[in-house]
T-cell receptor
């Protein structure tokens, strides 16, 4: 099965510090997209950032950026200047175009932000 | 736009009872997805529809689960009879099939507890 793996079940960071969440994935397709979703205690799934596999440039969204290593099939999320509101579950996901076109998720990383 | 609307938000039922979860996708979206979230298995895709037609139901756990999409603005996921192991959060998500790689929009989920 083509999978998405998040090896860190839990992470913690001090407020205003930087934290990196890891994700690796498996795919035989060349055309795919990668995502990070945030799930706060409210349960809502919120899209944080998206990366097209054909783009070499790493995506950034304000304090959120990714480190996309295509050859290594690695897609980590960096959160800079962490805020209390960043505390949540974070899910890495892969969408494959032209294959089984669906979003496949990792099992998530629970991020705690300490004041 | 009200987003993806799911009802009920919480459901508690007794083992053996029928349960129906409801979803209203974003207007204009033509793809709809049902996911189940548990601690053990994370987010699993149960079934998805394109233009009201079921495309892939390989994630439906067994015959007790069924899903319908009678029109573009409504879908149901039914469990009959329900069992305690069906307790989970069930998410509905929608997207435009042509732009699914942009990401899905999720509802707030239904937390199902079967006692």
């Amino acid at each position: 099965a083509q999978t998405v793996t998040q090896s860190q079940p839990e992470m913690s960071v001090q407020e205003a510090e930087t934290v990196t969440l890891s994700c690796t994935y498996d795919t035989s397709e060349s055309d795919y997209y990668l995502f990070w979703y945030k799930q706060p205690p409210s349960r809502q799934m919120i899209l944080v950032i998206r990366q097209e596999a054909y783009k070499q440039q790493n995506a950034t969204e304000n304090r959120f950026s990714v480190n996309f290593q295509k050859a290594a099939k690695s897609f980590s999320l960096k959160i800079s200047d962490s805020q209390l509101g960043d505390a949540a579950m974070y899910f890495c996901a892969r969408y494959t175009q032209g294959g089984s076109e669906k979003l496949v998720f990792g099992k998530g990383t629970k991020l705690t932000v300490n004041p | 736009d009200a987003g993806v609307i799911q009802s009920p938000r919480h459901e508690v039922t007794e083992m053996g009872q029928e349960v129906t979860l409801r979803c209203k996708p974003i207007s204009g979206h033509n793809s709809l997805f049902w996911y189940r979230q548990t601690m053990m298995r994370g987010l699993e895709l149960l079934i998805y529809f394109n233009n009201n037609v079921p495309i892939d139901d390989s994630g439906m756990p067994e015959d007790r689960f069924s899903a319908k999409m009678p029109n573009a603005s409504f879908s149901t996921l039914k469990i009959q009879p329900s069992e305690p192991r069906d307790s989970a959060v069930y998410f509905c998500a929608s997207s435009l099939a042509q732009t699914a790689a942009i990401g899905y929009t999720f509802g707030s989920g239904t937390r199902l507890t079967v006692v």
